[in-house]
Each structure stands twice: as C-alpha cells, then as structure tokens.
C-alpha cells in the first residue's frame, strides 16, 4: 500500500524560500519517477517538478529556474527547494508517482504573501 506524507509548507512572503519533503512508502519510490503536484483554490491539480528514477528532472514552465526538485533514494523522500515563491505559487502541493497513483497524502499548504 502507497502512503504519501508530505510536509514543510508554511506561509511566506514574495521572494521568500521553502523546502518540501515527502516520504514515500511502498514500493512506488523505488520503481517509478516521482513528482510535485500543486492545486490552487478553484483549479485543477498540477504537475509542477519531476524526478526519474535516477537524477533527470523536469519542470513546468511556470516554475522553471525557481523551484528544484531532488530525491534522496535511501531515505525514500523526494524534496522541492522552492525559490523566489510568488504568490501565484500560493497551494496545497503534493506528491506522487508520474503517472500519479490513485493514493494521494494530505498535501501541505504553501502561501505566498504579496
């Protein structure tokens, strides 16, 4: 059974930092790409950062250059740096398989003050 738990959201101002951190159990860390997926208020979920089972990453265009995403295998966790947050970055992020899984943690909360 997939069990995602993220954490490390919080509430930030323009130009601010934070990291996320998700630990992942089950055998989905170990046999597929993970990601970060965001949903804001009134939109749907998407997928902002991924990481393939080795190190190539891709990102959406909206956060590329400010966000990074990175896993640590033998910890099972995959973080997001994210840098010079803006308040449109204000959401619940997430984090998944590429293709996501049906299983989905409780998110965490990331706002972005102007």
């Known amino acids: 059974q997939v069990q995602l738990v993220e954490s490390g959201g919080g509430l930030v101002q323009a130009g601010g930092s934070l990291r996320l951190s998700c630990v992942a159990s089950?055998?989905?860390?170990?046999?597929?790409?993970m990601g970060w997926y965001r949903q804001a208020p009134g939109k749907q979920r998407e997928l902002v950062a991924e990481i393939a089972t080795g190190t190539r990453t891709n990102y959406a265009d909206s956060v590329k250059g400010r966000f990074s995403i990175s896993r640590a295998n033998a910890k099972r966790t995959v973080y997001l740096q994210m840098n010079r947050l803006q308040p449109e970055d204000t959401a619940v992020y997430y984090c998944?398989?590429?293709?996501?899984?049906?299983?989905w943690g409780q998110g965490t909360q990331v706002t972005v003050s102007s």
């Open positions: 998944n398989a590429v293709p996501p899984s049906p299983s």
């Open positions: 089950g055998s989905i860390f170990s046999t597929a790409g």
